[in-house]
């Protein structure tokens, strides 16, 4: 995923990159990582919880703005099925 | 990660297993390649790129035979219902978002966004690819897959990209 992020970083925009396997990050590193200790194939939340997936993307996209060193990983606060999202 | 299908299985099941891995700052990081963001959210054009091995059910499955890959990529419509895409990758499991898509490639919560008017707006075209990308298939996403996906959605006048695995 770092890979395509590069690129596309490469052609002017701007991107981020979430991850789950926090090690992967470190190893490839894309232009701005935010990781969360969530599963695989449930990257943004559990099936039908929205607020979950909207809260996982709305941080995702003020990252955008508020990473400011490449390569740089923000660990988002949240815990697989311990955190409330409402 | 490498593309062991045990491995994979493993660290979706014991997701803590990614933090005993020893991380290395990669020295290509010095060379990372960096565009700032310079227009607020409520003014860009936003597209998603996903290593899900998301696609739509009319296209071609990505090609689960090739030890090394598929390196290929679909091109999603951002006005697509979600009962049209479908998953094709065996590296993890994806029963959670064969249920609701939105649990890997979030489509439908970045278009409450732009009628919310948090982002101005949904990009025409998102992008479906694959994780576990080795060998000439990587040559391939390194040489034509990647740049191919890149002058999309510049063309497409796309402000930001949100990017993530399956």
Redesign the interface.
Known sequence: MGLIAREIERAGIPTVTLSVVRAASLRSPAPRNVFVPFRLGQVFGEPGADVQQRAVLADLLAALLHIRAPGAILDLPYRWKRSIFS | ?RKHRWL?TL???F??L??L??????A??DE??????RI??AEAN?AL?T??GVHLRRDEPFDMENREGDASFRVIPGDTPVGDLTITHVY??????D??V???F?LE??R??AAAG??ARVAPRH?G?M?HILGAE?RR??SA???A???L??EDG?????????
């Not at chain 2, 990372?32 to 963001?37: D, E, H, I, K, V």
């Not at chain 2, 796309?158 to 399956?166: E, I, K, R, S």
């Open positions: 990660m994979a660290y979706g099941r997701p803590i990614s933090r891995s020893v991380g290395r700052w990669s290509e990081s990372l390649p960096w565009s700032p963001a607020p959210l936003i790129v290593s899900a993890y499991d994806h029963r959670a978002a249920r609701d939105n649990c890997v979030p919560r970045l409450e966004f948090k982002i992008i690819a994780g990587e996403l390194v897959t990647a740049p996906i890149a002058k959605l510049v796309v402000d930001y990209v949100v990017a993530a695995p399956g």
